[in-house]
């Protein structure tokens, strides 16, 4: 079965540093690209950072410069570094994984199960 997990999340001072990381299980062929988005209570799910499979990244503005994105295409993980973390970056993260090749099924779109991100003093 294939299928990404997550893990990393935790609670964190205003300030402080959290890493997230997304393995994918199962067989892979190829993918286009790997990402994290984030939800908090009562908004919508919104992109954070990707990376693709060559290499390239985008951040949405609101984490440029504190997060990271990372990650190893030929092991199917990706890894976000945040730093100088804000009470606004509370959220569940997911990762997602796009264009996903799989034997059998084609190409697929995999979710992650989220895992929380809590920001507070």
């Known amino acids: 079965q294939v299928q990404l997990v997550e893990s990393g999340g935790g609670s964190v001072q205003p300030g402080g540093s959290l890493r997230l990381s997304c393995a994918a299980s199962?067989?892979?062929?190829?993918?286009?690209?790997m990402a994290w988005y984030r939800q908090a209570p009562g908004n919508k799910r919104e992109l954070v950072a990707a990376r693709s499979s060559g290499g390239s990244t985008l951040y949405s503005d609101s984490v440029k410069g504190r997060f990271t994105i990372s990650g190893d295409s030929a092991r199917r993980m990706v890894f976000l570094e945040m730093n100088s973390l804000r009470p606004e970056d509370t959220a569940v993260y997911y990762c997602?994984?796009?264009?996903?090749?799989?034997?059998?099924?084609?190409?697929?779109?995999?979710w992650g199960q989220g895992t929380q991100v809590t920001v507070s003093s």
């Open positions: 997602n994984a796009d264009g996903v090749h799989v034997p059998a099924r084609g190409i697929i779109e995999l």
């Open positions: 199962g067989t892979i062929l190829s993918f286009y690209e």
